[in-house]
């Protein structure tokens, strides 16, 4: 018993979601930068496939995830993804810059 919460808090922690959140987002939003929306969306999935097979495990998945130290961890990755994905952004436009002018000649 003690072995499945560590898998299920490990996994928690993997995907770094919580639930609230994966329902009002959609991945498919051009002008989202966040990079969790995927891992979002399969934990969604894999919580909705636990709560109909054992509602008692999804009760306890639900509440390790609002846990305060999950919801500091999510928090934190979701600062440094953040900050990632606007440095990918910067990037990609240097490199869009750098085709024009060097490649292209404009």
């Known amino acids: ?3 499945s919460r ?3 808090i ?6 770094s979601t919580t ?3 994966v329902q009002s987002k959609s991945i498919f939003e051009k002008d989202r930068r966040d990079l969790l929306a ?5 934990v969604s999935y894999f919580y909705e496939a636990v709560n109909k097979v054992s509602p008692k495990v999804s009760q306890f998945l639900l509440d390790t995830i609002q846990s305060p130290t999950v919801i500091a961890a999510r928090q934190r990755f979701a ?8 440095m990918f952004e910067q990037l990609i436009e240097k490199i869009k810059n750098l085709w024009y002018t060097r ?4």
């Open 19 to 21: 639930l609230p959140e």
């Open 79 to 86: 600062k440094e993804a953040a900050k990632v994905s606007i």
């Open 6 to 8: 560590a898998l299920v």
């Open 103 to 106: 490649v292209l000649g404009y």
């Open 38 to 42: 995927i891992p979002e969306a399969i």
């Open 10 to 15: 490990a996994l928690v922690l993997l995907l």
């Open 1 to 3: 018993m003690l072995q």
